[in-house]
């Protein structure tokens, strides 16, 4: 009886916030509570409901919310990371749905960053699930017991791709330095994790340009094992949460309506190239939460990643997220195929319900100024060209079910154009940033190297700046925001 009277005023004192949290084709986050509080072992199990649209299982792979939890004590402006119980038997899912926990090694410790919950079984439609609880063991948190706090909670909706071979480059060698088997115009098969050779001798990975010749070492993340990735890029109300939870300090770094060197901005609180959002005092907003977000550079795209848990993707898993295992298409777009339409019109409000009505378009791309909704020049939301019975290229979806990996705007990823990124060893994020707003993970390259590739072209570029193999500006140091470039994180795939 006292143990219960004690969770009642622990629970009391938390105030729940998030009805919507990390949209991505309407993921939301509903009913938030504390289930029960387990005062001798120093952990709560966080209740909610989670449900998002268009989920999916098949005999090739299946979509996940990536499910993590922030909380602030009472009187501190800070927001910390919730270190979640490190076993999927500490959570529990409804029946027909599972869980893993992706886990951070923070000094010498395993931490739960968060959980994966996707279908067990085959099947498709939107999912709705009740009473979800996550275990959050608050003591390793070192808060004490009945701290006054606040809780939010995010999902973020992701694609698992397979472990598996596939190719990179093109069929002939023709795209802008593109990955090739030195020795013939042919792409090259990647078949598993280990050292890769590069140079002008015959059999190695090799590209025209932005390649260094020697290794690429084992450690660097080359999409042959299984990642998560995804579905969308970074959408404009997932960038407002984002936002949100940082301390001033963090937030005058990562505030893209500035326009303080190194970084610049979009220079207003006003919308441009559709980029709606507006921070006033501190305090982010925006009016398309579902629009795909602009003005990201990659200090921006890293710090959102080390804050959820996840990392960057490289340059080899983009190909892979693209093609799959399927051979290659030459001049192929992450639809499989050499076809493509652009965007011209939109029909209905821009509420995250509109649709595109330009007939067979597929893509946002090559300058066209929309016509209907908001109109203008800029991204759309994720996932827009995607209707029940679409064929994937109709979907404009790349072969795992991933979206807009051509066009919309540019996909930052880390390449093997020198040491800086082949150094990176694929280390998540462990929920939080340095004092200024910059992620702190070992290895990851920062905001000015040429470590970066922009993959995948953008809602201003021509037709072969979408093609998945072209890599003409890989080697291009990301210095300031830009309104054609976003961010795609992924997360290695827990093993359990």
Same mark, same amino acid.
């Given at each position: 009886?006292?143990?219960?009277?004690?969770?009642?005023?622990?629970?009391?004192?938390?105030?729940? /916030?998030?009805?919507?949290?990390?949209?991505?084709?309407?993921?939301?986050?509903?009913?938030? =509570?504390?289930?029960?509080?387990?005062?001798?072992?120093?952990?709560?199990?966080?209740?909610?409901?989670?449900?998002?649209?268009?989920?999916?299982?098949?005999?090739?792979?299946?979509?996940?919310?990536?499910?993590?939890?922030?909380?602030?004590?009472?009187?501190?402006?800070?927001?910390?990371?919730?270190?979640?119980?490190?076993?999927?038997?500490?959570?529990?899912?409804?029946?027909?749905?599972?869980?893993?926990?992706?886990?951070?090694?923070?000094?010498?410790?395993?931490?739960?960053?968060?959980?994966?919950?996707?279908?067990?079984?085959?099947?498709?439609?939107?999912?709705?699930?009740? !009473?979800?609880?996550?275990?959050?063991?608050?003591?390793?948190?070192?808060?004490?017991?009945?701290?006054? /706090?606040?809780?939010?909670?995010?999902?973020?909706?992701?694609?698992?791709? %397979?472990?598996?071979?596939?190719?990179?480059?093109?069929?002939?060698?023709?795209?802008?330095?593109?990955? #090739?088997?030195?020795?013939?115009?042919?792409?090259?098969?990647?078949?598993?994790?280990?050292?890769?050779?590069?140079?002008?001798?015959?059999?190695?990975?090799?590209?025209?340009?932005?390649?260094?010749?020697?290794?690429?070492?084992? $450690?660097?993340?080359?999409?042959? !094992?299984?990642?998560?990735?995804?579905?969308?890029?970074?959408?404009?109300?997932?960038?407002?949460?984002?936002?949100?939870? /940082?301390?001033?300090?963090?937030?005058?770094?990562?505030?893209?309506?500035?326009?303080?060197?190194?970084?610049?901005?979009?220079?207003?609180?006003?919308?441009?190239?559709?980029?709606?959002?507006?921070?006033?005092?501190?305090?982010?907003?925006?009016?398309?939460? @579902?629009?795909?977000?602009? +003005?990201?550079?990659?200090? @921006?795209?890293?710090? +959102?990643?080390?804050? $959820?848990?996840?990392?960057?993707?490289?340059?080899?898993?983009? &190909?892979?997220?693209?093609?799959? =295992?399927?051979?290659?298409? !030459?001049? &192929?777009?992450?639809?499989?195929?050499? @076809?493509?339409?652009?965007?011209?019109?939109?029909?209905?409000?821009?509420?995250?319900?509109?649709?595109?009505?330009?007939?067979?378009?597929?893509?946002? #791309?090559?300058?066209?100024?929309?016509?209907?909704? @908001?109109?203008?020049?800029? %991204?759309?939301?994720?996932?827009?060209?995607?209707?029940?019975?679409?064929?994937?290229?109709?979907?404009?979806?790349?072969?795992?079910?991933?979206?807009?990996?051509?066009?919309?705007?540019?996909?930052?990823?880390?390449?093997?154009?020198?040491?800086?990124?082949?150094?990176?060893?694929?280390?998540?994020?462990?929920?939080?940033?340095?004092?200024?707003?910059?992620?702190?993970?070992?290895?990851?390259?920062?905001?000015?190297?040429? $470590?970066?590739?922009?993959?995948?072209?953008?809602?201003?570029?021509?037709?072969?700046?979408?093609?998945?193999?072209?890599?003409?500006?890989?080697? /291009?140091?990301?210095?300031?925001?830009?309104?054609?470039?976003?961010?795609?994180?992924?997360?290695?795939?827990?093993?359990?």
């Amino acid at each position: 009886m006292e143990n219960k009277k004690r969770l009642l005023v622990f629970i009391a004192m938390i105030f729940l /916030l998030l009805l919507r949290q990390g949209r991505g084709n309407n993921i939301q986050i509903q009913n938030v =509570t504390i289930a029960s509080w387990e005062m001798n072992e120093d952990y709560v199990l966080v209740q909610f409901d989670l449900s998002w649209e268009n989920s999916f299982r098949d005999e090739v792979n299946w979509d996940a919310a990536w499910v993590f939890v922030k909380y602030q004590l009472q009187g501190s402006s800070e927001w910390q990371h919730a270190w979640l119980g490190t076993t999927a038997a500490e959570h529990t899912v409804p029946a027909g749905y599972s869980c893993t926990v992706g886990s951070t090694t923070i000094d010498t410790i395993n931490r739960g960053m968060g959980v994966f919950i996707y279908r067990s079984a085959n099947g498709s439609g939107n999912t709705s699930l009740a !009473d979800v609880q996550i275990r959050w063991v608050y003591g390793a948190n070192g808060v004490a017991d009945g701290a006054p /706090l606040t809780l939010k909670v995010f999902a973020i909706e992701m694609v698992y791709v %397979p472990q598996g071979p596939f190719y990179l480059g093109d069929a002939d060698a023709d795209l802008y330095y593109n990955f #090739y088997t030195y020795g013939t115009s042919g792409p090259y098969l990647v078949t598993g994790e280990g050292e890769i050779p590069l140079g002008q001798t015959t059999g190695y990975l090799w590209a025209p340009n932005y390649v260094e010749a020697g290794a690429l070492p084992a $450690a660097f993340p080359k999409g042959y !094992d299984a990642f998560y990735c995804m579905k969308y890029e970074i959408s404009q109300g997932q960038w407002v949460d984002f936002f949100n939870t /940082l301390a001033d300090s963090q937030k005058t770094t990562r505030d893209m309506t500035s326009y303080v060197a190194p970084l610049w901005g979009k220079y207003s609180d006003n919308v441009e190239w559709r980029n709606t959002i507006s921070i006033i005092s501190g305090f982010a907003t925006c009016t398309t939460p @579902d629009r795909t977000c602009n +003005y990201l550079c990659w200090s @921006d795209g890293t710090a +959102y990643a080390d804050w $959820a848990g996840l990392r960057p993707m490289t340059e080899l898993e983009y &190909e892979k997220a693209c093609r799959g =295992t399927l051979p290659v298409v !030459d001049d &192929e777009f992450a639809w499989g195929s050499a @076809d493509i339409i652009g965007a011209a019109a939109i029909s209905g409000d821009e509420d995250g319900t509109e649709i595109i009505s330009t007939a067979g378009a597929n893509c946002r #791309y090559n300058y066209i100024p929309l016509a209907g909704g @908001d109109g203008g020049d800029g %991204p759309l939301r994720g996932g827009i060209f995607a209707r029940s019975a679409t064929t994937r290229e109709a979907a404009g979806s790349s072969y795992y079910g991933i979206m807009e990996l051509s066009g919309n705007v540019w996909e930052l990823a880390v390449n093997i154009s020198n040491a800086a990124g082949k150094g990176y060893t694929g280390l998540h994020g462990d929920g939080s940033l340095d004092d200024t707003g910059m992620s702190d993970v070992a290895n990851w390259p920062v905001y000015n190297s040429t $470590a970066i590739s922009y993959r995948g072209g953008a809602w201003d570029g021509d037709a072969s700046a979408q093609r998945v193999s072209n890599r003409y500006l890989a080697g /291009l140091p990301s210095f300031d925001r830009d309104g054609r470039n976003g961010f795609r994180c992924v997360r290695t795939a827990p093993s359990s």
